[in-house]
T-cell receptor, first 115, second 115 residues
């Protein structure tokens, strides 16, 4: 039972354009969502996060949108740059009871930025 | 500030053996989590330690265990290795592991191959 789903295993976008990565979740107890970026042979690095009390969070070229009613979040990268080519993981956690229950990750989307 | 350090970087074992992986968190971080990454399943949460106590546990068999020392360093042990245990094992640290502002910082992982 996959609670966090990234339905696009890969995405190819032209340099300078907008990259939109999507993520769906099924667990209504999730209240904190994160995006991580991973290069080969390295661990994931934190990119941006959003709490369930917000519907948008922006950090430079990166914006995350959360639609709680649809249980959907998306990561927008504008403009896309060659260094953005990586695997992007969507993750979610539940803080019910006061502690984090571990992050639940999607399977990742491989973003390829074409020159 | 040094990042999360995992040793060894690569490991080859045979079925039935046991293995111990090590993780040194970022200085000041007291929460250490372990994740397993496989091509088919993505990143899956194994367990989380805080102040030498296992606080959260994922859905893995008892062959997977861990511990945390007083200096927050953590070890993960897998006994009676199976072929399916071949994966990248990632360690992540954070200050407390709780609260919606917490970010996980990942190490580069230990690539375990079971032959």
């Amino acid at each position: 039972d996959q609670q966090v789903k990234q339905n696009s295993p890969s995405l190819s976008v032209q340099e300078g354009r907008i990259s939109i990565l999507n993520c769906d979740y099924t667990n209504s107890m999730f209240d904190y969502f994160l995006w991580y970026k991973k290069y080969p042979a390295e661990g994931p690095t934190f990119l941006i996060s959003i709490s369930s009390i917000k519907d948008k969070n922006e950090d430079g070229r990166f914006t995350v949108f959360l639609n709680k009613s649809a249980k959907h979040l998306s990561l927008h990268i504008v403009p896309s740059q060659p260094g953005d080519s990586a695997v992007y993981f969507c993750a979610a956690s539940s803080h019910s009871g006061g502690g984090a229950d571990g992050l639940t990750f999607g399977k990742g989307t491989h973003l390829i930025i074409q020159p | 500030k040094a990042g999360v350090t995992q040793t060894p970087r690569y490991l080859i074992k045979t079925r039935g053996q046991q293995v111990t992986l090590s993780c040194s968190p970022i200085s000041g971080h007291r929460s250490v989590s372990w994740y397993q990454q496989t091509p088919g399943q993505g990143l899956q949460f194994l367990f989380e330690y805080f102040s030498e106590t296992q606080r959260n546990k994922g859905n893995f068999p008892g062959r997977f265990s861990g511990r945390q020392f007083s200096n927050s360093r953590s070890e993960m042990n897998v006994s009676t290795l199976e072929l399916g245990d071949s994966a990248l094992y990632l360690c992540a640290s954070s200050f407390t592991g709780m609260g919606t502002n917490e970010k996980l910082f990942f190490g580069s992982g230990t690539q375990l191959s079971v032959l």
